[in-house]
């Protein structure tokens, strides 16, 4: 027993050291509470709007990844489908390709969420979107990654990011 708890003990270091610390975001303002990589670093453009979250992880000067989340009022009676095909039609005229689209239930609430992609010269990102609404705000959530090859190692955090998500607005 003690062999295999000596044996045992680099691997175990080994995962502690491989998994990243997480800060939890707690936005009155926003009505929200996230958690995010703890070397991620928040940024407020339109503190009333939105918050971003910049990756610590620098290729060639760039950020590699980002989580934006933007929150906008709407009628109670507009739907989120209805919501969720008017920004698909925004990105679309962006430039953006959209890949598939899943219904699912993000903090009790229904949500929609797809892939971007943009290939050009400068940039081939790809992006996760997530989209809710309650009765007098719209929520989008995009995590962004700036270089496609670098996306799979994001999912995992993209993934516990989204699980994470607190809405204390109505």
Not at 23 to 46: C, F, M, T, V
Request: charged share 25%; with cysteine.
């Amino acid at each position: 027993m003690k062999k295999a708890l000596i044996l045992l003990m680099p691997l175990l270091c080994i995962g502690a050291i491989a998994q990243p610390q997480w800060s939890k975001h707690i936005d009155k303002n926003l009505g929200i509470e996230i958690s995010y990589p703890r070397d991620w670093k928040p940024n407020y453009k339109n503190p009333n709007k939105s918050v971003s979250f910049t990756a610590a992880k620098i290729r060639n000067g760039k950020t590699s990844a980002s989580l934006w989340i933007h929150i906008s009022d709407v009628p109670g009676n507009e739907s989120l489908d209805s919501l969720t095909l008017d920004y698909m039609k925004t990105l679309r005229s962006d430039g953006n390709l959209i890949h598939g689209g899943n219904e699912l239930v993000m903090d009790g609430r229904n949500a929609y969420s797809f892939h971007t992609s943009v290939e050009n010269n400068d940039q081939s990102k790809i992006s996760d979107f997530y989209l809710l609404k309650t009765d007098s705000k719209f929520y989008i959530l995009a995590l962004i990654v700036y270089q496609r090859r670098e996306y799979d190692s994001y999912k995992s955090d993209f993934q516990k990011i989204i699980e994470s998500l607190k809405i204390n607005n109505p």
